[in-house]
């Protein structure tokens, strides 16, 4: 195992099924999970420091927290003709934002039913 568990300030398990697919597919031990996820935080963690952004700090960003104002934007994509609609939307939202804050935006695709 790790000789140290650093912190990991989010996963994306809801949409990540990945984990589960390599724990049960290689019968991994709870052990054995601990140091892929943490060699996946390393991974990052390289990566990011490469692009010059300490993964420590975009705790702020990723860690929840009652007391910080979130925000939800809900677009109607049929309204943009783009099929990688997401560019789109960024390409506007993100010079709204403070370059002095560290934010954290989730996008996805909402499928309801007219049951």
Known sequence: MASEILPIHTLNARGN???EVIRD???LSPDRMLLEIQ????QITRTLKTKG???DDLRAALVP???KPE???IFDTMQ???SWYGYQVFERIIP???PRTKNSILVGDYIGSNS
């Open 17 to 19: 099924g990945m984990l």
């Open 25 to 27: 597919y290689f019968g």
């Open 39 to 42: 060699g996946m935080r390393a």
């Open 53 to 55: 952004i300490n993964y």
């Open 65 to 67: 927290d009652r007391e």
């Open 71 to 73: 925000i939800a934007l």
């Open 80 to 82: 943009i003709e783009d």
């Open 96 to 98: 709204l934002l403070d």
